[in-house]
T-cell receptor, first 115, second 120 residues
Framework: AQKVTQAQTEISVVEKEDVTLDCVYE???????LFWYKQPPSGELVFLIR??????QNEISGRYSWNFQKSTSSFNFTITASQVVDSAVYFC????????????FGKGNQVVVIP | GAVVSQHPSRVICKSGTSVKIECRSL??????MFWYRQFPKQSLMLMAT?????????EQGVEKDKFLINHASLTLSTLTVTSAHPEDSSFYIC????????????????FGPGTRLTVL
């Protein structure tokens, strides 16, 4: 069964510091997809990234970057120069097999950026 | 693009009444829609998977007669909480999957803003 572990429950950082969120996954599939979502206090989950298992290139989008390490089954997310607006819960998710579009979510990382 | 709306955003009702929540994909046709429930400071709990024109697939432990799902079109799914009780109070979130690859790939889920249900 798919499993996603986000060990850091709550992380507090001072504004402008970098913060890295760890995501470790377990799957027996050779083809799978990984996602990150942001849930600000308003409640709506915002899609950040989708990555398939064959694409191990790291990705950067503005202050966000992702490090996909298949060898360690990790898909870590870094926010550079954090801002107060980055305060949110961040969820890592892993696709379930058979193309049914279901996702297995981690428990989330609560990020608190202190001004 | 990929906007999902959900209505109402907040509802307060009396115990025993039914509440309908609508989920719409505004600018795309969803391959699948999902309904989740989220308790405070917890992750999302999948309740059911909904496909247009077919019966929803409920997760283990979710009462299908309690949580009625209708998927009328490729852009609209509704969740009706029947005979709501205080223990049904929660944050309900829908998502719509947008085709993101070839057959067998996992489509990207886009989420609605959620509905906070309070049953008195």
């Amino acid at each position: 069964a798919q499993k996603v572990t986000q060990a850091q429950t709550e992380i507090s950082v001072v504004e402008k510091e970098d913060v890295t969120l760890d995501c470790v996954y377990e799957t027996r599939d050779t083809t799978y997809y990984l996602f990150w979502y942001k849930q600000p206090p308003s409640g709506e989950l915002v899609f950040l990234i989708r990555r398939n298992s064959f694409d191990e290139q790291n990705e950067i989008s503005g202050r966000y970057s992702w490090n996909f390490q298949k060898s360690t089954s990790s898909f870590n997310f870094t926010i550079t120069a954090s801002q107060v607006v980055d305060s949110a819960v961040y969820f890592c998710a892993l696709s379930e097999p058979y193309g049914n579009n279901r996702l297995a979510f981690g428990k989330g990382n609560q990020v608190v950026v202190i001004p | 693009g990929a906007v999902v709306s959900q209505h109402p955003s907040r509802v307060i009702c009396k115990s025993g009444t039914s509440v309908k929540i609508e989920c719409r994909s505004l600018d795309f046709q969803a391959t699948t829609m999902f309904w989740y429930r989220q308790f405070p400071k917890q992750s999302l709990m999948l309740m059911a998977t909904s496909n247009e024109g077919s019966k929803a697939t409920y997760e283990q432990g979710v009462e299908k007669d309690k949580f009625l799902i209708n998927h009328a079109s490729l852009t609209l799914s509704t969740l009706t909480v029947t005979s709501a009780h205080p223990e049904d109070s929660s944050f309900y979130i829908c998502s719509a999957a947008l085709r993101s690859g070839g057959a067998g790939s996992t489509d990207t889920q886009y989420f609605g803003p959620g509905t906070r249900l309070t049953v008195l």
